[in-house]
């Protein structure tokens, strides 16, 4: 009987070990906080073979606005448990801006998506500190992304521990000719806080004779969130200052052990 207790004791902690252990394996935490901010630089590359093609392609007319942006700006506003809200700004190359609201859940994925009044947000945050395997979120379309690896990359804040998705897939369309698209996408989020810092949209659409090649790039150039301390004028006086007492120290010492060594000498 007593055997019979501590197996079933010894039982019920395993399991509720293993339910803690999962728990903890699928949470998710917000790893920004409200003022932080991050800005992307974004470029577009196209080209074509094809005389009768233009730019943007008809599957992708999302392109285009994209191709008039310099950067974009996000700047948290709100958090609410694991849901994050923020304001990003597009700014055209013609020098004006647009800024609408958006928000992003990161345990579930679920946000806002883009319209004329709201701002697409599912994977530009994901939780911290994820491992290779852990997947971006916990439900939805993107439960089913892992992180491929965690590799060191470097960014205007210095070298950045960074967890890396590749996603690449190829369709082929056969209809009064034959089409294969094929896309490779490569997200780079901070390790520590979870924020997109790069993002490289890569695509080859093949049609019959016809190659067109277009890309989207995105890379963090500016952020709040780490800083690199410059050496003010301050700073630098008070190094000045020590190292002129550590100097000033020495040559005393010095001075007083060559007095000591000259009158040992004399006795």
Same mark, same amino acid.
């Given at each position: 009987?007593?055997?019979?207790?501590?197996?079933l004791?010894?039982?019920?902690?395993?399991?509720?070990?293993?339910?803690?252990?999962a728990?903890?394996?699928?949470?998710?935490?917000? !790893?920004v906080?409200?003022?932080?901010?991050?800005?992307?630089?974004?470029?577009?590359?196209?080209?074509t073979?094809?005389?009768?093609?233009?730019?943007?392609?008809?599957?992708?007319?999302?392109?285009?606005?994209?191709?008039?942006?310099?950067?974009?700006?996000?700047t948290?506003?709100?958090?609410? !448990?694991?849901?994050?809200?923020?304001?990003?700004?597009?700014?055209?190359?013609?020098?004006?801006?647009l800024?609408?609201?958006?928000?992003?859940?990161?345990?579930?994925?679920?946000?806002?998506?883009?319209?004329?009044?709201?701002?697409?947000?599912?994977?530009?945050?994901?939780?911290p500190?994820l491992?290779?395997?852990d997947?971006?979120?916990?439900?939805?379309?993107?439960?089913s992304?892992?992180?491929?690896?965690?590799?060191?990359?470097?960014?205007? !804040?210095?070298?950045?521990?960074?967890?890396?998705?590749?996603?690449t897939?190829?369709?082929?369309?056969?209809? !009064?000719?034959?089409?294969?698209?094929?896309?490779?996408?490569?997200?780079?989020w901070?390790?520590?806080?979870?924020?997109?810092?790069?993002?490289?949209?890569?695509?080859?659409?093949?049609?019959?004779?016809?190659?067109?090649?277009?890309?989207?790039?995105?890379?963090?150039?500016?952020?709040n969130?780490?800083?690199?301390?410059?050496?003010?004028?301050?700073?630098?006086?008070?190094?000045?200052?020590?190292?002129?007492?550590?100097?000033a120290?020495?040559?005393?010492?010095?001075?007083?052990?060559?007095?000591?060594?000259?009158?040992?000498?004399?006795?």
């Amino acid at each position: 009987m007593k055997s019979k207790i501590i197996l079933l004791t010894s039982l019920s902690i395993f399991l509720l070990s293993a339910t803690i252990l999962a728990t903890l394996a699928q949470a998710r935490t917000v !790893g920004v906080n409200i003022s932080d901010s991050f800005t992307h630089e974004v470029s577009v590359e196209w080209s074509t073979n094809d005389t009768g093609t233009t730019f943007p392609p008809t599957y992708a007319p999302w392109l285009e606005p994209f191709n008039q942006t310099e950067w974009m700006q996000c700047t948290i506003s709100g958090i609410t !448990g694991t849901n994050v809200s923020a304001q990003l700004t597009q700014h055209f190359k013609n020098g004006t801006d647009l800024t609408r609201p958006g928000w992003l859940d990161i345990d579930t994925g679920e946000g806002s998506n883009e319209t004329t009044t709201t701002a697409d947000m599912p994977m530009l945050l994901i939780s911290p500190n994820l491992e290779t395997n852990d997947t971006l979120y916990t439900t939805g379309d993107f439960a089913s992304f892992r992180i491929n690896e965690t590799i060191t990359r470097y960014y205007p !804040g210095g070298p950045r521990d960074t967890n890396h998705l590749n996603l690449t897939y190829e369709v082929v369309y056969v209809n !009064g000719g034959t089409m294969t698209l094929r896309q490779t996408s490569n997200y780079y989020w901070d390790k520590t806080t979870g924020v997109l810092v790069e993002m490289s949209m890569q695509v080859t659409n093949q049609t019959n004779q016809y190659l067109t090649t277009w890309a989207l790039f995105t890379n963090i150039t500016d952020s709040n969130i780490w800083t690199i301390p410059e050496h003010t004028p301050l700073t630098i006086l008070a190094t000045l200052l020590a190292l002129t007492t550590i100097t000033a120290t020495l040559a005393i010492t010095h001075k007083k052990l060559k007095q000591k060594q000259h009158t040992t000498q004399i006795y």
